[in-house]
């Protein structure tokens, strides 16, 4: 067997096993926590007294005006110097709900805003509240239109979580690199690590395919039921 493939079958279930433990769930809770964010931003945006939108817009300004990366260094190396500390987990997941945050309220907050004013009248018309017509004629609207746009967003914060690694977090990329330190063998580590990130985003963009058309077979039943 050549070096080069004995290498990456010795290294792959460590590699994988960084992946289970520590890329899978930052990646899940971060969106999760971020698709929070972002919808209550969004929100904010769309329909809040001007203070609270001034907020909004804001915080969306900054986290897109900023690379990620610094925005972890600030969380994990420098909030320690007026007296917050954090481990390292939970830096990167506070880090990447925030960077989600932000661009998941402008996907979402284009969504909302596509929906025709008469589905507003319309709910509003049947008696329901504001909060009534928000959850059970907009959003299912607008989720059709957000779904390709946030799958999307969901695909590359599995390959961003690998910047955790620059502040200790030991995912999958830092394993790689734990792995190259003992080795010397960086290419052949690095390229395996790399394929194991583009398995896990191909499932994912044919999951977000399915989804799609799914979502797509919905608005057709709908536009059909009117």
Do not use: C
């Not at 994988?16 to 971020?34: H, Q, Y």
């Not at 959003?139 to 999307?152: E, G, I, T, Y």
């Not at 052949?188 to 499932?203: H, T």
């Amino acid at each position: 067997m050549p070096h080069w493939l004995q290498l990456m079958m010795d290294s792959l279930p460590t590699l994988l096993w960084a992946g289970v433990k520590f890329t899978i769930p930052l990646t899940l809770l971060s969106f999760f926590f971020g698709l929070i964010l972002g919808l209550a931003t969004a929100v904010a945006r769309l329909f809040s007294p001007m203070p609270l939108r001034l907020l909004a817009r804001f915080y969306v300004w900054v986290i897109r005006g900023t690379p990620l990366l610094v925005q972890l260094f600030v969380i994990f190396y420098g909030l320690p110097s007026v007296g917050i500390l954090l481990d390292a987990f939970s830096a990167a997941l506070i880090g990447f709900t925030l960077n989600v945050g932000a661009y998941t309220s402008e996907i979402i907050r284009a969504a909302i805003s596509s929906v025709p004013k008469g589905q507003w009248e319309a709910a509003f018309s049947t008696g329901m509240s504001w909060r009534q017509a928000m959850q059970r004629t907009i959003l299912p609207q607008a989720s059709r239109v957000a779904v390709p746009p946030l799958s999307n967003t969901f695909i590359s914060l599995v390959k961003d979580t690998s910047l955790a690694a620059a502040i200790t977090v030991p995912e999958l990329f830092q394993s790689a690199q734990r792995i190259v330190a003992t080795t010397y063998e960086p290419l052949i580590l690095y390229i395996e690590a790399a394929l194991i990130y583009l398995a896990l985003s191909s499932v994912l963009s044919n999951l977000q395919s399915r989804l799609e058309v799914r979502f797509a077979r919905y608005g057709g039943m709908m536009e059909t039921s009117r």
